[in-house]
């Protein structure tokens, strides 16, 4: 999905924008999503495409919405070496919008993966 940065901006709210097209960072809290947990899907809040399942979200009590995998092919990896860290960012891969980094510290039970993401970034649909 390709649009201009004036297209964003017209279409995505001020937090919005800066976190997925400048690659902000949304501030920790318990707000927005990150302890959220009905089941449905959460959705790039730029391009509408679907992201992670609920049943891969968890507390991680890092201030973050976090989540153990990814719906296949829906997520780019991109090393960001950013801010003297050397980090994996994770964008959404039809829109290109910053969602956050993926980190080695979630449920080794799972996939031993925390999708670290910005609430600012994704939007829920409610399971029919």
């Not at 495409?49 to 780019?76: M, R």
């Not at 801010?83 to 829109?95: D, P």
Request: glycine residues 8%; proline residues 2%.
């Amino acid at each position: 999905m390709i649009k201009s940065e004036s297209e964003w901006k017209t279409e995505l709210s001020t937090q919005e924008y800066y976190v997925l097209r400048e690659k902000g960072t949304d501030r920790p809290s318990q707000a927005g999503y990150t302890s959220h947990f009905e089941k449905g899907t959460y959705h790039c809040n730029a391009c509408d495409a679907q992201l992670f399942e609920s049943n891969s979200k968890f507390e991680s009590h890092c201030g973050w919405p976090s989540f153990d995998d990814a719906i296949e092919g829906t997520v780019t990896y991109v090393k960001d070496i950013a801010h003297g860290m050397i980090r994996t960012e994770i964008i959404c891969a039809s829109c290109d919008g910053h969602l956050g980094h993926i980190f080695d510290d979630g449920p080794k039970e799972t996939t031993g993966k925390r999708y670290c993401v910005n609430t600012s970034s994704i939007k829920f649909k409610k399971e029919k």
